[in-house]
């Protein structure tokens, strides 16, 4: 199961992915508001949720901008691909020039993850996939069970990530997206870093920007 939140002035999508065990998955948890904040504790206290996890796609800094914030507050690391460290390193940099509070990143508690690892809650598992081309450390995680991956900004509907800021590459984009993503079952629905979900199948047929 899984709940969908989107936070900040970027628009970002947060996945909460939960099961009937009630323990809990975050992931990109980019909140810029207590009454974000909020949102996300009410669901979890309502629910009865137990946070086991707190994932990023990637680190840049609208995905990764309330990760002090859900670490202190769930008493868990923040899980990422050692590539993506250097971006929580420049944050406060990033925060100033896109208009995010980041106070405390500094001191964040970071544990890497890496592709094949299997991210367990409750009876359920997302599968770590790297997928680098929109920048360095980027990472989807999916749920065969559920029939669903997060891509982050790897994929979007009708859409990709954009190649051209720090450690962008356009051709690794492609490979990731070919070689992982489109190797699924095509009724896989795709979790998008921002924007509507899709599925696999529909932008194999109809995304304009895969070649």
Not at 4 to 16: D, K, M, Q, R, S
Not at 51 to 57: S, W, Y
Not at 117 to 140: M, R, W
Not at 205 to 211: L, T
Request: charged share 20%; glycine share 6%.
């Amino acid at each position: 199961m899984i709940k969908i939140f989107v936070f900040n002035h970027y628009e970002v999508n947060c996945t909460l992915a939960f099961d009937n065990t009630k323990e809990c998955v975050l992931i990109d948890v980019c909140c810029q508001s207590q009454s974000e904040r909020q949102e996300l504790i009410n669901f979890i206290e309502q629910n009865n949720l137990k946070v086991k996890h707190i994932l990023i796609t990637h680190a840049h800094i609208d995905h990764v901008c309330d990760a002090y914030w859900a670490t202190q507050t769930f008493n868990q690391p923040l899980k990422l691909h050692k590539d993506g460290e250097r971006f929580i390193r420049i944050a406060d940099a990033q925060a100033e020039m896109m208009g995010f509070n980041v106070d405390g990143i500094e001191n964040i508690s970071l544990q890497y993850i890496t592709k094949d690892d299997i991210i367990e809650y409750g009876n359920s598992q997302l599968k770590v996939f790297e997928t680098p081309g929109h920048c360095a450390g980027s990472l989807c995680f999916y749920n065969k069970e559920e029939n669903y991956i997060v891509t982050g900004d790897v994929l979007f509907r009708d859409s990709i990530g954009r190649t051209d800021l720090p450690t962008g590459d356009y051709e690794a984009l492609m490979a990731s997206i070919k070689n992982n993503l489109f190797n699924l079952p095509e009724n896989t629905k795709c979790i998008c870093g921002h924007g509507p979900l899709t599925e696999i199948g529909y932008e194999k047929e109809n995304n304009p920007f895969i070649n």
